[in-house]
């Protein structure tokens, strides 16, 4: 139910979901004065959410900053979480651009830092198809010379509560010991911290993917363009989500 309702709210918080209300309230509502602080209310929920200045900004502050390993230290897994990948009308998979957790896992291999990969990511979708994306990513690790000892795949997970309970499992199956390092998007490496230290599984965060926040201020960052409005909704599911997680406890 938790997995069910939490797919249903998520269209309830994009940005540009909140501006058609506004609009579409303005329409029907009688009263003159409520009329135009709707329209009012619209246009600036539009405005503030559609400027990369302020995206930028918060992600600054939210993501997790960047990390590096210990010179010459070794760990035994690398936990890749899922959403690097999406797939097709045929049920094929595709890299997307999360693609950046993938390559990062691959990095930590080829460079000698850990001797395993696991891929922690089944289908999220709330109607889901065949397509898995811990056994596609599976397929693609093999594609880039892992050997089939150091590919590990959590095929089940639907959501980050999953990829951390179902992670667990498995790491305990293949006795391979911690600290772990946990590669994920810098803007969703909070939230899968808590999930993990919950689960009591020692990581080491290793956050990649970044994707705001990192380029110069220019007064261009003022005016309204469409991807903040497509990036606002991981900032506020995530910050929605950490809430949500550590109020819910264990």
């Given at each position: 139910m938790f997995f069910i309702l939490s797919k249903v709210l998520l269209y309830f918080i994009f940005p540009l979901t909140w501006v058609i209300v506004l609009a579409i309230c303005s329409i029907v509502v009688k009263n003159t004065r409520r009329k135009r602080n709707l329209r009012i209310a619209a246009v600036v929920v539009f405005y503030l959410f559609s400027n990369n200045f302020?995206?930028?900004?918060?992600?600054?502050?939210?993501?997790?900053?960047?990390?590096?390993?210990?010179?010459?230290?070794?760990?035994?897994?690398?936990?890749?979480?899922?959403?690097?990948?999406?797939?097709?009308?045929?049920?094929?998979?595709?890299?997307?651009?999360?693609?950046?957790?993938?390559?990062?896992?691959?990095?930590?291999?080829?460079?000698?830092?850990?001797?395993?990969?696991?891929?922690?990511?089944?289908?999220?979708?709330?109607?889901?198809?065949?397509?898995h994306e811990g056994a596609w990513a599976a397929q693609q690790l093999a594609?880039?010379?892992?050997?089939?000892?150091?590919?590990?795949?959590?095929n089940n997970s639907r959501n980050t509560l999953e990829n951390g309970a179902f992670t667990r499992q498995l790491l305990a199956e293949k006795d391979l010991q911690p600290p772990y390092v946990l590669v994920t998007s810098g803007f969703h490496m909070r939230r899968s911290l808590l999930v993990f230290s919950r689960e009591h599984l020692p990581v080491?965060?290793?956050?990649?993917?970044?994707?705001?926040?990192?380029?110069?201020?220019?007064?261009?960052?003022?005016?309204p363009s469409s991807d903040p409005l497509s990036t606002w909704p991981?900032?506020?599911?995530?910050?929605?989500?950490?809430?949500?997680?550590?109020?819910?406890?264990?």
């Open positions: 302020l995206l930028n900004h918060f992600a600054r502050v939210w993501d997790y900053p960047p990390a590096t390993l210990p010179a010459n230290s070794h760990y035994s897994c690398a936990i890749v979480l899922g959403g690097f990948s999406s797939s097709d009308r045929n049920e094929q998979g595709f890299f997307n651009l999360a693609a950046d957790r993938f390559i990062q896992g691959v990095k930590l291999y080829k460079q000698g830092a850990v001797s395993h990969v696991l891929v922690s990511g089944g289908n999220g979708n709330l109607v889901p198809g065949a397509y594609a880039v010379g892992l050997p089939a000892d150091a590919i590990l795949v959590e080491v965060p290793y956050p990649c993917n970044y994707t705001n926040g990192r380029s110069r201020v220019s007064v261009l960052d003022l005016l991981y900032y506020i599911k995530e910050v929605i989500g950490y809430a949500v997680y550590w109020a819910k406890g264990k």
